[in-house]
C-alpha cells in the first residue's frame, strides 16, 4: 500500500460498504473530509445525488465495530477521516440518509429472514420466477430472474417490439429496510413506459411511495411480474417516453395483447378520446330498475 499522495499526505487503506454489504477498498488521504469520501463514493456507484422530492440528498457515514457488524458509530461529515477515529483496515458504510433509520437490528434481520422465505415460497409456486442471493440466511441483496415473454427494444421505423424470454432485476435492502422501499434495479435491456433502461430505474408507483413492512418482499416481485407481462404501466407518469408513447396508440394494443399485457392502463379521460378518435360508439348502460 502506498504511505502517501502526491502531495506527502499519510494515507491510510479502508473498506467501504453500501447499504448492501457490498464491499470496496480505497487508500483514502487523512485529511480528506467524510463528507467528501462520502461524495466521491455517491459518485463511483452512478448514486441519485437528490432525493424523490428534488431535494439535496443527504448522506450517512457509520464507523463499523469489527467484532459486531451490527454496531456502528456514525461519523460527522465535516471531520476529517484520521481525527474520525478511522484506523488503518477500518471498515465504513455508506448510504444515502433516506434509507437510514433502522434502530432495532433484531427486527430486521427478523424481516430479512422474512423476506427470503417469503421469495423461496414464491418461487416454489411459480417456477417462472428464480433469484439468488448474497447470503444463505437473512440476505440483503438478490438477482431475480423472470422467465416471460416480453418487449426489450422497438426498431426504428417499427410496430412491433422486439420481444425476449429471460429478464433480471436487482433488489437491494438498505440499511433502512423494512422501514423504507426496497431499491430495485433493472438489469437487463427492456422496454416498458416505467422501467428506465439502461440506468436500470423502476417506478415502483404506489409501492414506492406509500411503502409498508406488512407488503413484504413476494408482493413487491409480484408487482415487477405483472410489470414485465404488461399487466401493470402507466403511461402517463413514464420513465421511458417512447415506450409510453407506443403504448398508447391503439394499433399497438395487439402486441401487448399477445404476451399476455393489458393495453389500456391509462387515465379514462383519455381513453374516452382515444375510442372517439377510432370512431367505436359509446355503451350503453340500460337501467335495471325505474329511476327515482
Not at 8 to 19: A, Q, S
Not at 181 to 190: D, E, H, L, S, Y
Not at 245 to 264: D, S, T
Request: net charge negative.
Amino acid at each position: 500500500m502506498a504511505e502517501a499522495n502526491i502531495n506527502g499526505d499519510h494515507l491510510i487503506r479502508v473498506y467501504v460498504e453500501n447499504g448492501a454489504g457490498q464491499r470496496f477498498e480505497a487508500d483514502v488521504p487523512c485529511g480528506t473530509k467524510i463528507g467528501k469520501l462520502a461524495g466521491d463514493f455517491f459518485n463511483a456507484r452512478g448514486w441519485p445525488t437528490q432525493d424523490y422530492m428534488g431535494r439535496g440528498q443527504r448522506t450517512v457515514v457509520e464507523l463499523v465495530n469489527p467484532t459486531n457488524t451490527d454496531d456502528t458509530k456514525r461519523l460527522n461529515s465535516d471531520e476529517d477521516i484520521c481525527e474520525s477515529g478511522v484506523h488503518e483496515g477500518d471498515t465504513l458504510r455508506v448510504f444515502p440518509e433516506s434509507r437510514a433509520g433502522i434502530v432495532d437490528q433484531r427486527a430486521r434481520h427478523m424481516a430479512l429472514a422474512a423476506g427470503y422465505n417469503d421469495l423461496q415460497a414464491l418461487c416454489r409456486e411459480n417456477p417462472h420466477i428464480t433469484f439468488t442471493a448474497n447470503k444463505a440466511h437473512a440476505p440483503d441483496l438478490y438477482m431475480v430472474t423472470l422467465h416471460y415473454i416480453s418487449f426489450v427494444a422497438l426498431p426504428a421505423g417499427e410496430d412491433e417490439p422486439i420481444k425476449a424470454d429471460t429478464h433480471q432485476f436487482e433488489i437491494e435492502l438498505g440499511a433502512g429496510y423494512p422501514g423504507y422501499a426496497p431499491i430495485v434495479t433493472w438489469k437487463t435491456p427492456i422496454f416498458h413506459p416505467n422501467i428506465k433502461h439502461p440506468e436500470g430505474r423502476v417506478c415502483l408507483g404506489d409501492l414506492g411511495e406509500r411503502y409498508r413492512p406488512s407488503m413484504g418482499l413476494a408482493r413487491l416481485v409480484r408487482m415487477l411480474v405483472e410489470m414485465v407481462q404488461w399487466q401493470n404501466f402507466d403511461a402517463f407518469n413514464p420513465f421511458n417516453p417512447e415506450a409510453a408513447e407506443w403504448a398508447v396508440q391503439i394499433n399497438h394494443w395487439p402486441f401487448i395483447l399477445a404476451i399476455g399485457g393489458y393495453p389500456w392502463q391509462g387515465r379514462i379521460e383519455q381513453f374516452i378520446k382515444e375510442l372517439d378518435r377510432a370512431g367505436q360508439p359509446p355503451i350503453i348502460f340500460k337501467p335495471l330498475s325505474p329511476e327515482p
